[in-house]
C-alpha cells in the first residue's frame, strides 16, 4: 500500500487522477443503476472499476462509489453493504472477514488546513482495516487510519486515530480545534 501521498493540483499527475476519476465516476454511475438481482452486469462492473474480479466470498451491495478503484485492496469474504463510499487515492485495505455497514465512509485524501496551500495540493495516508472487524452505519474512517483485527467501529463513529485490536469504538462530536 502507498505511503503518504502529496499530489499537486498543478501536475501530470493531478490530470492523470481527475481523468481516472471521471472514468470510474461513469463505471459505479452504470454499476447503480443495475437491477439488484444482474450478478453478471455488476461482476464485469466491479472488475473494470478495481481492476480485478471480485475476491471469493465478497459481496457489495450497490450504491456503491469510489473514486480511484485501483487502489481498494479486498480479501476474501468481505461484505460491503449499501450506499457506502471509498476515496481511495491513497490506498484502502480490507482484509478477510471485514463487515462494513451501509453509509460508511472511508477517505484517504484532504487538504491543508492553511488556506493559502488549500488550492495547490492534495494529501492523503492509506487506511488499513485488518481482519475480522465490523464497521457500523454511517461510520467515517480518516486518512492514514489502522484498524486493529477483531475491532467493531460503532455507527456514526469518526476515527481519526488508529484502533488496536478487539476494541470498541463509539462517538462523533465535533471538536473546535483552532481558528484563524
Wanted: overall charge negative; glycine content about 10%.
Amino acid at each position: 500500500m502507498p505511503s503518504d501521498r502529496l499530489m499537486l493540483v498543478d501536475s501530470d499527475q493531478f490530470r492523470a487522477h481527475i481523468e481516472r476519476v471521471q472514468q470510474v465516476t461513469d463505471l459505479t454511475s452504470r454499476l447503480n443503476v443495475l437491477p439488484f438481482g444482474d450478478e453478471a452486469g455488476k461482476a464485469k462492473l466491479f472488475e473494470q472499476i478495481l481492476g480485478k474480479p471480485l475476491p471469493e466470498g465478497t459481496v457489495i451491495y450497490p450504491p456503491f462509489f469510489t473514486d480511484h478503484g485501483f487502489r481498494l485492496e479486498l480479501a476474501e469474504r468481505v461484505f460491503i453493504n449499501q450506499n457506502c463510499t471509498f476515496l481511495d487515492y491513497a490506498g484502502i485495505r480490507l482484509a478477510e472477514g471485514v463487515w462494513v455497514g451501509p453509509k460508511a465512509t472511508f477517505i484517504t485524501g484532504g487538504h491543508p488546513v492553511d488556506p493559502a496551500e488549500r488550492q495547490e495540493y492534495i494529501t492523503g495516508a492509506p487506511i488499513d482495516v485488518a481482519e475480522n472487524v465490523w464497521i457500523g452505519a454511517g461510520a467515517t474512517i480518516l486518512p492514514g487510519v489502522s484498524i486493529g483485527r477483531d475491532a467493531v467501529i460503532a455507527a456514526g463513529a469518526v476515527v481519526a486515530d488508529d484502533v488496536p485490536p478487539a476494541t470498541l469504538v463509539t462517538g462523533g462530536k465535533a471538536t473546535i480545534r483552532r481558528q484563524w
